[in-house]
């Protein structure tokens, strides 16, 4: 009888002490979430700025080189470049921070599946209460969103090591290339121009990136909010 007993107060004692550590995880998550938006728009206003300035350097080089002014040109490259090489550091570390985002999200997904499986225990060992049927449909509701945030994570990771990628190679080409107002170099001064606006197109669409994380970054606030609830009702059920 007392093995019994014994056995009794540890598993009573297991489950609180997951259900508080689930209470911990989702008010971490929360905090990151908070914390990735403030981020994110903070970033997207300085994305921004620098695409706006980016561009008048591209329409100031192509007059430029229009009106022959190779001396022009030559520093308005040396400009340009010097700005592809900054949006190539902050594209590293934007793969950097996506990365341990990635972890994360696959840490949450291991945390929904735990879970899941303590429901379903809790479900099956429990006296029929209609609260045990509702946590596990609300667990496996969280799992599905958390694996669905990890794939985004996963496609934000390659997306911006694709991005960078591109953005390396039109900096190497653009650095082996040198403008001169000599005709027979005038069509590749002028490929060299495309891919300065091909550079500008991937500072486009890292602000896209931007503003699609932060949209799932709010999606992720209001789903942690609502797990936040789901604890407190279930803490209080289980009083």
Do not use: C, Y
């Amino acid at each position: 009888m007392k093995k019994i007993i014994g056995l009794m107060i540890f598993l009573v004692m297991v489950l609180v002490h997951n259900s508080h550590a689930q209470v911990l995880r989702n008010v971490k998550e929360a905090t990151d979430d908070k914390k990735a938006i403030k981020v994110d728009r903070a970033q997207l206003e300085k994305d921004m700025a620098q695409l706006a300035a980016f561009k008048e350097k591209i329409a100031a080089i192509e007059e430029a080189f229009a009106d022959k002014k190779m001396a022009k040109v030559k520093s308005l490259k040396q400009d340009i470049m010097t700005d592809m090489r900054r949006e190539i550091e902050q594209s590293e570390r934007k793969i950097t921070q996506d990365e341990k985002e990635l972890v994360q999200s696959v840490s949450e997904v291991n945390s929904s599946r735990r879970e899941v499986r303590r429901s379903r225990r809790d479900r099956v060992n429990g006296d029929g209460d209609v609260g045990e049927g509702r946590d596990l449909r609300d667990d496996r509701r969280d799992k599905r969103d958390d694996r669905r945030d990890a794939r985004d994570d996963k496609a934000d990771v390659d997306d911006q090591v694709a991005r960078t990628a591109r953005q390396k190679h039109i900096l190497s080409t653009l650095e082996a290339f040198t403008f001169s107002d000599n005709p027979t170099l005038r069509e590749k001064a002028i490929a060299n121009i495309t891919l300065m606006k091909e550079f500008q197109q991937t500072m486009e669409a890292d602000i896209a990136a931007t503003e699609a994380e932060l949209t799932e970054d709010k999606v992720e606030q209001r789903e942690d909010r609502r797990e936040r609830r789901e604890d407190r009702r279930e803490r209080r059920e289980n009083k």
